[in-house]
């Protein structure tokens, strides 16, 4: 783990280059780091843009089913897991449920249907890109 990278900000989320470091709310200790992969962000993108193609219709149960195998492809070819970094506690944060449920289940929970709960998991998700000060184009 590379802490000398890490900005030390109690409570947020930072990026360093490809590194993604998260920060102990009560301590100034680097907790996480995870490579922020640029093919998870021009995946999601993508699937946003015409989910119709990726998952056959707007529905975020199918869109985590998906995320989740690409991950595992990606880890099986490199040997490295790529993810969200913090995103998980971002939305148990948003939503106050902290537990055993996963980032899909919590919002889901809090929507009517499985597209209302896909667009919600968009905002959620440019929401999250913007608390942790991606560029522009990074954004979804």
């Known amino acids: 783990m590379i802490v000398s990278r890490c900005y030390f900000i109690k409570g947020r989320i930072h ?3 490809e590194e993604i470091f998260i920060t102990n709310l009560k301590e ?8 922020m992969d ?3 962000i021009e995946l999601l993108k993508n699937i946003k843009k015409r989910p ?3 998952l056959g219709r707007k529905s975020l149960l ?3 089913h998906f995320f989740y195998g690409y991950q595992n492809c990606l880890y ?7 993810h969200l970094t913090g995103f998980q506690e971002y939305i148990e944060d948003i939503y106050d449920i902290h ?8 919002i889901q929970l809090n929507c009517t249907t499985d597209e209302e709960a896909f667009d919600k998991f968009y905002q959620h998700l440019d929401e999250f890109f913007e608390n942790m000060d991606l560029t522009s184009e990074d954004k979804i």
């Not at 099986?76 to 790529?82: A, I, M, S, V």
């Open 52 to 54: 119709g193609i990726y």
């Open 62 to 64: 199918f869109l985590q």
């Open 38 to 40: 640029s093919r998870l």
């Open 76 to 82: 099986d070819l490199e040997g490295e897991f790529y």
């Open 99 to 106: 537990g055993f449920n996963n980032w899909a289940s919590i």
């Open 28 to 35: 100034n200790l680097c907790i996480g780091v995870s490579r």
């Open 15 to 17: 990026k360093h280059s």
